[in-house]
């Protein structure tokens, strides 16, 4: 069986609330558009399924099931039928927490895409912390 690498970067922030809190709120995908607009702007469940617009047209995302763990593993599922799996993590950090977001570089992808895929991905990230600092 052949292997594959590609490359990844972990973009993280240090967030001052308790794991469990901010885990709560990011685990829900009606926030998305709050703490992730690089994702989309607006969030609907239809059939089940949490459909979201995007700059990509409307993609379907589904998180991991909820856990104590931690883990915000999510697909996003784009019009065309590929699925992108987004590792994601809260840990607790004292009174504060992490968040960890591994992007993985897509075949193809250029320096360029890459470096901005990690600029819009490193800003939710900072949104989310704003947000959960100021509640």
């Not at 590609?6 to 001052?16: F, K, M, N, Q, Y």
């Not at 308790?18 to 703490?35: F, H, I, K, R, T």
């Not at 700059?55 to 995302?61: I, L, Q």
Request: charged share 25%; hydrophobic share 40%; proline share 5%.
């Amino acid at each position: 069986m052949g292997t594959t690498t590609s490359e990844s970067r972990h973009l993280s922030t240090h967030i001052d609330r308790l794991a469990e809190e901010v885990y709560g709120y990011a685990s829900d995908p009606a926030n998305l558009p709050e703490w992730a607009p690089g994702l989309g702007s607006s969030v609907e469940t239809v059939g089940g399924q949490w459909i979201v617009e995007s700059p990509m047209g409307r993609v379907v995302v589904a998180f991991a099931a909820r856990n104590e763990f931690g883990v915000l593993d999510h697909d996003v599922t784009l019009p065309s039928g590929e699925t992108f799996h987004n590792p994601m993590r809260v840990t607790a950090d004292g009174s504060g927490c992490e968040v960890v977001f591994t992007l993985r570089r897509q075949p193809g992808m250029s320096d360029e895409d890459f470096a901005r895929d990690a600029d819009a991905v490193f800003a939710d990230l900072i949104t989310l912390k704003h947000l959960m600092e100021r509640s």
